[in-house]
């Protein structure tokens, strides 16, 4: 069974940045394609980024792209969520996600809230 912990959302001024972290156990997190999804008040969750850590797999919302870098540490067997120049907008509930490769993520954090002020 694969845990997901997320830790490191906070409030941060606009144009600021924060590392979001996933703790990942129970499996190795690159053996699972990995990803990061949000969810603001009154809207629909929506994918962020996300990889399967093969070479050209990694995804990013248009929303994001610049700004967002998905990567992990196999060390500490923890995935991060990297976002800088945030934006209001990226105001939300975030939750790490995992699952197999070629497949649908199956295995969800319980989120860790964002909050960026104007």
């Known amino acids: 069974q694969v845990q997901l912990v997320e830790s490191g959302g906070g409030l941060v001024q606009a144009g600021g940045s924060l590392r979001l972290s996933c703790a990942v156990s129970?499996?190795?997190?690159?053996?699972?394609?990995m990803g990061w999804f949000r969810q603001a008040p009154g809207k629909e969750r929506e994918a962020v980024a996300g990889t399967s850590w093969s070479a050209g797999s990694v995804y990013y919302a248009d929303s994001v792209k610049g700004r967002f870098t998905i990567s992990g540490d196999p060390a500490k067997n923890t995935v991060y969520l990297r976002m800088n120049s945030l934006k209001p907008e990226d105001t939300a509930v975030y939750y790490c996600?995992?699952?197999?490769?070629?497949?649908?993520?199956?295995?969800w954090g319980q989120g860790t809230q964002v909050t960026v002020s104007s």
């Open positions: 129970g499996r190795t997190f690159s053996s699972y394609a």
């Open positions: 996600t995992a699952g197999p490769k070629g497949s649908k993520y199956n295995y």
